[in-house]
């Protein structure tokens, strides 16, 4: 019998943990692998609300550089190629980072880091039992996203699936609906017995269950933990009486119900996109290839947006408003405005570090527009802070512009605290 140590390297062998903005080198995955990265198209899941998009600013994941190394500039999550391969992509939250001897805590720190974040913004949500083997290092992120899709699913079997009417078309002995001629007449041209009918059936085999049915066979199939395949086998039965979509896309979830009676499926369902909607790969790959991914900038403005929601002197938030000057071009418009003790302020987050502690030009010219065209006297530009790395100390620049005193104010956001460093 293989000893524990055995069993953790062949657990480990296919799966490379790496950060956002760091080359690391390709020697120790399969050509095939590395050919699969590379060509990873972005789909990325924005998290600005329920909106997706896809993201042409970096129409690749991965890009290819000297030495046979690859880097994913923006993007933080997992991917799983066809051969098995799991490349982990965690923030980068170090200063200083050798990506080949990163150390098992400073990757446990960055992907519990990475999933705290998940859950703060409203993306994910997982069990303690998934939280306590991703810290002994038996879970891979992408078995957490699994894990979490899992038990929500199971929550939803256990407080009853809904049902909804289902539009049916049958060949049937007796009628039943309406008959459907153009059909009745092409299958039943010399049959009096029968009636192609159309009808409206009560059933739990509507898009939604099966949207949740195709998520967990996909589950169940790309898993490699023990427990992740128990719990989609127990899950499996009792879903037996509904269809699966054999090619789910983004339309099949635009179809979704969102009423006050489907507001229990939300977490299922948004699980399930992940796992479904994977990123298109060009030439390579297939079926079995698996990408979760978060545009990491985006990430960090979602949980700041949560945060500010929750601060007590916070008031009247209103993230990513359209502003009237920039109307018909749709775009700038800021991450946040909101009142701050009494203040009107607009905001903007930044999921990267000032140069010597002052932001640049560009970050300057856009909050100082948002100040004029909101006719506000303050902003704030904020950027992450962990333990001894990021903005250490908020910090505050006056301007003058025709007699009107305008500051802008720095301001670090601790991701140990998740609150502002006012």
Known sequence: MASSKTKARMMHRHRLTVFESTPFPTGSISHAAQKELVELVSQAVYVHGADEAIDNEDKYIFTPLRGNRLVSWRYVGVVQTSDGTVIEILPKIFKELDIEN???IQQEKARNLLLQMLQKAGLISYRQSASAKLQTGDYSLLEVFIHSFLREAQELTRRGLRKDYVSTE?????????IHFPRHVRKNPTTSHRHYCRYDEYCADCIENRLLTTAVQKAYRISKDSQNKKLASQLLPLMDDISTIPFPEKRHFDQCRNDRHMRYYADA??????????????????EATTAILFNMANLFEKTVERCLSEDSAVSNLAPQKSLPWFKKLGRPRPDYVFHDGG??????????????????NADQYQLFSYMQVLDTCAAYIIYPQIGAYGLLSSMQFQFDLRGKALTLHIIPFSLETFLLCR
């Open 102 to 104: 990163a150390t098992t």
């Open 343 to 360: 203040t009107p302020i607009v905001a903007d987050a930044k999921w990267k570090l000032p140069q010597e502690g002052k932001p640049n």
């Open 170 to 178: 049958m060949n049937l002995t007796t009628l039943r609906g309406r």
């Open 269 to 286: 369902l948004r699980t399930a996109r992940y796992i479904l909607l994977s990123p298109p790969i060009p030439k390579t790959g297939g």
